[in-house]
C-alpha cells in the first residue's frame, strides 16, 4: 500500500499541508496526522486511505509500490507528468 514517508512526500511534491490534503481526500485533518504518524504502511480505515490515495491521483502524484518497476527498485513518490501548475 502507502507509508507515511510515501505521504509526506506526496505532500511535500504538492507542496501542500495537512489541512489541504484532508479538504482534497474528504477526510478529516486528525485522520491525515495519524496516517503520517505511522510506522512502517499507513494503517487505517481503508475506505479514508483509499480516499487520500484517490486525492494524490487526481492531483498527478504516482505511488512506486515496494516491487514496482524503478531505477532504484524501493518506494517513492513522482509526478505522473511534470506539472504545470501547483495549488
Known amino acids: ?5 510515501q505521504l509526506r512526500a506526496a505532500r511535500a511534491l504538492l507542496g501542500i499541508d495537512q489541512k489541504t490534503l484532508a479538504e482534497m481526500a474528504g477526510v478529516s485533518v ?5 496516517m503520517e ?8 480505515i481503508v475506505d479514508s486511505l483509499m480516499k487520500v490515495v ?5 492531483a498527478g502524484i504516482e505511488l ?3 516491487h ?11 509526478f505522473r507528468h511534470l506539472p504545470q ?3
Open 1 to 5: 500500500m502507502i507509508t507515511a514517508n
Open 30 to 34: 486528525p485522520t491525515i496526522q495519524r
Open 54 to 58: 484517490g486525492a494524490l491521483d487526481r
Open 64 to 66: 512506486i509500490g515496494e
Open 68 to 78: 514496482a518497476r524503478s531505477d532504484s527498485g524501493g518506494r517513492g513518490v513522482r
Open 85 to 87: 501548475k501547483l495549488n
Open 37 to 44: 504518524a505511522s510506522e512502517g504502511d499507513v494503517r487505517g
